[in-house]
């Protein structure tokens, strides 16, 4: 759902059975150029064309384990199937250095590119718009925070906060929480406990889309909530490498479909 609301433009499509699904979109969707799979490294019924492996720059792939002794799903030597790495989170001002001792860990093999990459904090933005449309938020420093969220790891965020606002509160819920009306009494009592004046709720935009269904009830309590948008951005010049590689492999892919037609 946030891919769609983020990119209305692009053909979402979800299927417990991809093998089916892939089939239908390609018949409902004749002009279909190319169809992106999330987290499908270990899908093996589907074989992509190019494969991008993503591995945190605080818990390097080659420094996990499979499940339960780590987080990995697979042993790490099949590292070698991805076409391309792209190590995530990491400090935008990451060193030359580093990134050649990083690299230098994972040990690349030649026809596999190594990228790098952070995550940069776009302006809060009201998640319910009313008939009068709120004003941005602007400056957080004086204000105190509610980070009310459901993801894997907030804690990046949370200190990203901590260095914005006067004071942040952590409200956490499991990975992928859908949230029922026993929640929103909880964050409402929480809020309440917050003893400020000037204070805002936050949340992801991933947790964004799963609050929404309760917009009605955010609305008649009068709680503010606030999203917290990112984005990716590449760190130096992989920005450009990483989208020629991706265009590289499009060009090759549609010649070689012009000729077998």
Not at 42 to 65: C, K, M, V, W
Not at 241 to 255: G, K, V
Request: overall charge negative; aromatic content about 10%; proline content about 6%.
């Amino acid at each position: 759902m946030l891919f769609k609301v983020k990119y209305p433009e692009t053909t979402v499509a979800v299927a417990e059975e991809r093998i089916l699904g892939i089939p239908r979109m390609m018949s409902e969707n004749p002009a279909l150029d190319v169809i992106l799979l999330d987290d499908a490294f270990q899908h093996r019924p589907i074989r992509a064309g190019l494969s991008i492996l993503l591995t945190e720059y605080n818990n390097l792939f080659t420094q996990d384990d499979v499940l339960p002794a780590g987080w990995l799903r697979e042993g790490k030597a099949n590292y070698h199937r991805a076409d391309i790495i792209v190590v995530t989170k990491c400090p935008l001002d990451l060193s030359d250095a580093e990134r050649k001792t990083i690299t230098e860990e994972i040990k690349p093999f030649p026809y596999q590119h190594v990228y790098f990459s952070g995550i940069e904090y776009g302006p809060l933005y009201p998640l319910f718009q009313t008939e009068e449309p709120q004003p941005p938020v602007g400056d957080i420093a004086r204000k105190d925070v509610l980070l009310v969220t459901g993801i894997a790891n907030n804690q990046k965020l949370v200190k990203y906060l901590q260095q914005k606002a006067n004071k942040v509160y952590d409200s956490i819920y499991k990975d992928h929480h859908i949230f029922d009306e026993y929640d929103l009494e909880n964050i409402r009592a929480t809020y309440g406990h917050v003893k400020s004046d000037n204070k805002i709720i936050v949340t992801t935009e991933k947790d964004a889309v799963r609050l929404w269904p309760h917009r009605a009830w955010f609305l008649e309590n009068n709680i503010p909530i606030f999203v917290q948008p990112i984005r990716v951005a590449f760190v130096g010049g992989d920005a450009e490498r990483f989208n020629a590689d991706i265009i590289r492999y499009l060009e090759i892919t549609r010649r070689k479909t012009i000729i077998n037609q």
